[in-house]
Nanobody
Framework: QVQLVESGGGSVQAGGSLRLSCAAS????????MGWFRQAPGREREGVAI??????SYADSVKGRFTISRDNAKTTLYLQMNSLKPEDTAMYYCAAGRRSAWIYGCDSGTGNDYIYWGQGTQVTVSS
């Protein structure tokens, strides 16, 4: 059974930092893609950052501020978020296992191609 459990969310002032963690268990070893997505109230879910064995990629809105990483065993995924802005306020979700990754890579705009999801952790940035 696959489990993804996020932690590390909270409330912070603009300019502050948070580090999100995602504890992953049971993810098939063939599932190399992992990522962070977020959804703000009234808005569509969006990709924040993606990682696999050879590359990372970021949404333009977070480049230079957020860093995605994971341990070698792929059991913990991290998202270091610096210089936070009020527009970063959202529920943040950890995801793993992108369908057809061998064809399309790990990117997936809204994350609909990802199989496994955590329950989310709230990030609130005040101005």
């Amino acid at each position: 059974q696959v489990q993804l459990v996020e932690s590390g969310g909270g409330s912070v002032q603009a300019g502050g930092s948070l580090r999100l963690s995602c504890a992953a268990s049971g993810v098939p070893s063939s599932s190399d893609c992992m990522g962070w997505f977020r959804q703000a109230p009234g808005r569509e879910r969006e990709g924040v950052a993606i990682i696999n064995s050879v590359r990372t990629s970021y949404a333009d809105s977070v480049k230079g501020r957020f860093t995605i990483s994971r341990d070698n065993a792929k059991t913990t995924l991290y998202l270091q978020m610096n210089s936070l802005k009020p527009e970063d306020t959202a529920m943040y979700y950890c995801a793993a296992g992108r369908r057809s990754a061998w064809i399309y890579g790990c990117d997936s705009g809204t994350g609909n191609d990802y199989i496994y999801w955590g329950q989310g952790t709230q990030v609130t940035v005040s101005s």
